[in-house]
Structures are given as structure tokens and as C-alpha cells.
């Protein structure tokens, strides 16, 4: 499985951005396809999680009601739609697929895409 991320860029306080991660190769229904981000000097943080196949979607508190995880299994997508983004999301954000949504059950990573939020 490689994954590929995409869709950052540059927007203002309140704005909304939406990434997509692109799945090539075999993809489980159990799989946990999940958004991560990192900013300089800190460690990679969850964002959101959706399970492949049923759809269950988990959230950390601090995007919970503002960011949609979702996916297009037809398209092997996922996506992160951002909504009223705040300064405190900037961060580089990565995609990847493990058997759960927890950061050392992951075991394929993407590339990370910058977003940057000004205020």
C-alpha cells in the first residue's frame, strides 16, 4: 500500500482547506486510514480516523465539530475537510493506514502536506 497526500496550502482564520489521500494498492475493510499532523518541535499528533470499510469515524478533541474525515472507496480516497481552521492547525499533516487509529499501530505513511493558517 503507498500513500499520497495532498491539498494543503495557505488559508485564513475561519477558512476551510480539504486534503486527500490517495490509496494504491489492497486495502482491508479493518483498516484504520488516518490523518496525522506535526508541527517543528513537537510529536506527530492524531487528528481523525475512519475505518476503510464500515466508515467508523474518531476524532481528537481539539478538531472534533470543525474537521470530516470521509472516503471514496471507489475512488481509493480519503479525505479531511478543515472547516473554521484556526492558527493552531497549521501544521505539516500526514495520511496513513494501520489496524487502528493509534499512532504505533500504524504501518504505512504518506507524504505530509503543508497547511498553514494565518490569523
Known amino acids: 500500500v503507498q500513500l499520497q497526500a495532498s491539498g494543503g496550502g495557505w488559508v485564513q482564520a475561519g477558512g476551510s482547506l480539504r486534503l486527500s489521500c490517495t490509496v494504491s494498492?489492497?486495502?482491508?475493510?479493518?483498516?484504520?486510514m488516518t490523518w496525522f499532523r506535526q508541527t517543528p518541535g513537537k510529536e506527530r499528533e492524531f487528528v481523525a480516523s475512519?475505518?476503510?470499510?464500515?466508515?467508523?469515524?474518531y476524532y481528537a478533541g481539539s478538531v472534533k465539530g470543525r474537521f470530516t474525515v470521509s472516503r471514496d472507496r471507489a475512488e481509493n480516497t480519503v479525505y479531511l475537510q478543515m472547516d473554521n481552521l484556526k492558527p493552531e492547525d497549521t501544521a505539516v499533516y500526514y495520511c496513513?493506514?494501520?489496524?487502528?487509529?493509534?499512532?504505533?499501530?500504524?504501518?504505512?505513511w504518506g507524504k505530509g502536506t503543508l497547511v498553514t493558517v494565518s490569523s
Open positions: 475512519i475505518r476503510w470499510g464500515a466508515g467508523n469515524t
Open positions: 496513513a493506514a494501520g489496524s487502528s487509529p493509534d499512532y504505533y499501530d500504524m504501518r504505512v
Open positions: 494498492g489492497r486495502t482491508f475493510s479493518s483498516t484504520a
